[in-house]
């Protein structure tokens, strides 16, 4: 089944050691988005890749990048993970302006 | 700026009954408006989505109304089931570039009991 697949699916760092998420498509999408997810909250988007071409939100920390090597593989990198920054973090996947798919999300500990 | 709300925030039903949850919306521009389902330690995943030129859509016992003059959405869930309990999101979006951004509600907690 074509899907978005996040690795790994939990995460423990230690505080400012830099970590690295995953996230993979088989639907061919040329849009790919991350999102953080905090409890109890909704999705906030970070940034996105539109084919190559990476668009950051306004409000999103310095300390967050991303990479996109190819269509199907995206990575979100946390250069030093503070304890706020211990969330769910979300993959999505869509074609141009058409519905967005979620992965299954990476929970991320810090120490 | 660009503003989802979503009420009520929990709510609790008996099995068999209905459940209904609304979002309003201030981004006149916005055209798109899906509803994700989020169970615990997973990923949103889409249930049903409206487009701004419909005004209702239906799926099973899932039914999605539109009033674009009111900036109003609502999600309706008939003969609700224990495994439709989970947190429900609603989202307005439009087109920014090439994609869609989406301004989500806050979520609703959904609670069926047997």
């Known amino acids: 089944d074509a899907m978005v697949i996040q690795n790994p699916r939990y995460q423990v760092t230690q505080f400012g050691k830099p970590v690295t998420l995953s996230c993979s498509q088989t639907?061919?999408?040329?849009?790919m988005y991350w999102y953080q997810q905090k409890s109890s909250q909704a999705p906030k988007l970070l940034f996105h890749?539109?084919?190559?071409?990476?668009?950051n939100e306004a409000d999103t920390p310095d300390n967050f990048q991303s990479r996109r090597p190819n269509t199907s593989f995206c990575f979100l990198d946390i250069r030093s993970p503070g304890l706020g920054d211990a969330a769910m973090y979300l993959c999505?996947?869509?074609?141009?302006?058409?519905?967005?798919?979620f992965g299954p999300g990476t929970r991320l500990l810090v120490l | 700026g660009e503003n989802v709300e979503q009420h009520p925030s929990t709510l609790s039903v008996q099995e068999g009954d209905s459940a209904v949850i609304k979002c309003t919306y201030s981004?006149?521009?916005?055209?798109?408006f899906p509803w994700y389902k989020q169970e615990l330690g997973k990923g949103p995943q889409l249930i049903i989505d409206?487009?701004?030129?419909?005004g209702e859509k239906k799926d099973q016992r899932i039914a999605v109304t539109l009033n674009k003059t009111a900036k109003h959405f609502s999600l309706h869930i008939t003969e609700t089931q224990p495994e439709d309990s989970a947190v429900y999101f609603c989202?307005?979006?439009?087109?920014?570039?090439?994609?869609?951004?989406?301004?989500f509600g806050a979520g609703t907690r959904l609670a069926v009991h047997p």
């Open positions: 999505a996947t869509s074609r141009e302006t058409e519905t967005q798919y």
């Open positions: 639907l061919n999408h040329n849009v």
């Open positions: 890749y539109y084919d190559k071409d990476f668009n």
């Open positions: 981004d006149s521009a916005s055209n798109y």
């Open positions: 409206i487009r701004s030129n419909v």
């Open positions: 989202a307005a979006s439009r087109r920014v570039g090439g994609y869609n951004k989406l301004i």
